[in-house]
């Protein structure tokens, strides 16, 4: 099975999708792999290689949403949206109900994660939400707009299996505007990551 990434804008979507086996071979490579390997440079493709594929690098507004589809699951998917609200604008997350993300446990807010901060077992993590504020312009209202790039730490829940990920952001200090950049899973079920490590 090939790991696949399908860009697709239209009617200003982005969707990402991404396949968890992967064939390392040259045909096969797609815009945002990485082929890892102790004989092999970054960004070359070999044949006893890990590809990595997470490059998204893509901007979030009024007019355009995006999604990052996983494909470990049939609902493993995260969608950012923008919307306008009385005093300004509005910075979304909208997992699907196979994803859930390390949120305050009181506010529901997703936490902002600094580079290297454990995503586990141990983190607080969101249940049966949607709808999740980034940033807006109330007062205390979201943990990313203007804190320059961050963490968003997520799982992936599939049957009895649960992978661990995170995908940094960047939210403008207005809430108008969400640059997401890239992100990583770890393919080993129940296994930590770090946060903006590979």
């Known amino acids: ?38 004989t092999e440079e970054i960004g070359q493709v070999g044949l006893n290689c890990e590809c990595v594929t997470g490059n998204v690098q893509t901007t979030v507004d ?23 609200a009385p005093e300004g604008f509005t910075a979304f997350v909208n997992p699907l ?12 807010y997703p936490f902002a994660l600094e580079m290297g901060s454990r995503i586990s077992e141990i983190s607080f993590w969101s249940v049966d939400s949607n709808n999740l504020v980034l940033g807006n312009s109330v007062e205390f209202g979201g943990n990313f707009n203007g804190a320059g790039e961050k963490y968003l730490g997520f799982r992936v829940l599939d049957n009895d299996s649960i992978y661990y990920g995170w995908l940094s952001i960047d939210v403008s200090d207005d809430n108008s505007s969400v640059f997401i950049d890239r992100y990583r899973i770890n393919y080993n079920s129940g296994e ?4 903006g490590e590979d």
């Open 97 to 108: 109900s196979d994803v859930q993300i390390i949120a305050d446990p009181m506010l529901g």
């Open 1 to 38: 099975m090939n790991r696949l990434i399908l860009l697709l804008l239209s009617f200003g979507l982005l969707m990402v999708s991404c396949k968890e086996e992967f064939d390392c071979d040259g045909i096969n490579r797609n815009i945002g792999d990485e082929c890892i390997d102790g």
């Open 62 to 84: 009024l007019n355009n949403s995006a999604i990052i589809s996983f494909d470990i699951s049939h609902n493993s998917s995260l969608e950012f949206f923008i919307t306008a």
């Open 192 to 195: 930590f990551i770090r946060a």
